[in-house]
């Protein structure tokens, strides 16, 4: 039984490596859900429709980056230091790849004239919303219409919003004091628990999002602050996976079994698995580009005479098209981008 390591950003763990396999889970997911096969995922498959590889692939996601933003906000120099270092992580790669689609994707696929599709209003939402995160949008006239040009982007806002919320934290000093912080989790919790029973409305459709990723994003901030108190032990890792499949079709207790079972899992797999291509993932993080880029190339492939590969298949094809993408965007936009970090302190 060991504990997690005093500072978690070191390579000595494999954090990296499984952000990589979050974002490859969303795209085996997608890779099934383009094809309208939703129901054949292999874990949709495995757990009775409880859960996806997508799902586990965004709880690593926001649980690791609930650990990690809160690690870096202590780290910052002020709270403009904080904020400057994660609109540099979030917006170079993120403002790229929304002028690759407006102006070079959208013109190539829509079915409009070339002209219309450029005065359509709805382009330039896309466009403002896409490059601002704020009133994000999916579709473009006349290109992609089924399933949107890239449905992966709605978690992007939903994060940056949370690191907003933790500055808050942070200047009114409730993470400061455990004893307090601990109580939002515990809100953001219960809330979630809560959710079967809320009525559908326009404001339960808008909050949604926030409610079912918050528990998960800031556990993993309250994890920070007590990681040397947690042991790994697989056996505690199997018994909650197993109480968590036995719970997973009961309303409000599978969310909370959700909760323990996988987020015990992503810190189980990031700091006590044998660490694995530490000298390539010191240098290289591909996660966030294969996790922005896959969906509106699978959209291409599905659009230009692939719409009859079987899911496998669209899978590999979207990886071997996204390895020039994503070391483009690491080492041309990404990585120069993350040196300019201490240049507003």
């Not at 005479?305 to 990886?319: F, H, N, Q, R, Y």
Request: proline share 4%; net charge positive; with cysteine.
């Amino acid at each position: 039984m060991t504990g997690l390591s005093t500072d978690v950003s070191k390579t000595s763990n494999n954090v990296t490596l499984l952000r990589h396999f979050a974002a490859i889970f969303v795209l085996i997911s997608h890779s099934f859900d383009l094809l309208n096969r939703s129901a054949a995922e292999p874990l949709s498959l495995l757990s009775g429709g409880a859960t996806s590889l997508s799902r586990i692939g965004l709880i690593f996601f926001f649980f690791i980056s609930g650990l990690l933003i809160t690690q870096s906000l202590y780290n910052s120099a002020g709270i403009t230091h904080f904020l400057w270092k994660r609109v540099l992580r979030i917006y170079p790669a993120l403002i790229v790849l929304i002028f690759l689609t407006v102006f070079i994707l959208g013109p190539v696929f829509t079915a409009m004239p070339i002209g219309a599709y450029f005065k359509n209003g709805q382009t330039w939402e896309y466009f403002f919303g896409g490059i601002s995160l704020i009133r994000l949008r999916f579709f473009l006239p006349g290109v992609f219409d089924e399933h949107g040009v890239n449905g992966s982007l709605w978690s992007l806002p939903v994060e940056f919003r949370f690191y907003i919320l933790l500055a808050v934290f942070f200047i009114t000093g409730v993470l400061k004091k455990i004893k307090l912080y601990i109580l939002f989790p515990g809100l953001f919790l219960f809330i979630y628990l809560a959710s079967p029973y809320f009525s559908i409305n326009p404001i339960w459709i808008y909050l949604a999002p926030y409610i079912s990723w918050a528990g998960f994003f800031f556990l993993g901030s309250f994890v920070f602050f007590v990681r040397d108190k947690i042991k790994m032990n697989l056996a505690i890792l199997l018994a909650v996976l197993v109480l968590w499949y036995f719970t997973r079709h009961i309303i409000i207790i599978n969310k909370l079994t959700e909760l323990i079972a996988f987020s015990y899992l992503t810190l189980f797999l990031s700091f006590s698995t044998p660490v694995l291509g530490k000298n390539f993932f010191s240098k290289n993080d591909f996660s966030y580009s294969t996790y922005i880029y896959a969906f509106p190339v699978q959209q291409i492939l599905l659009h230009t005479g692939s719409d009859k590969v079987a899911p496998l298949e669209l899978m590999i094809l979207t990886l071997l098209v996204l390895i020039p993408f994503c070391w483009f965007s690491w080492h041309c936009i990404e990585k120069p981008a993350l040196k300019l970090k201490n240049i507003m302190q």
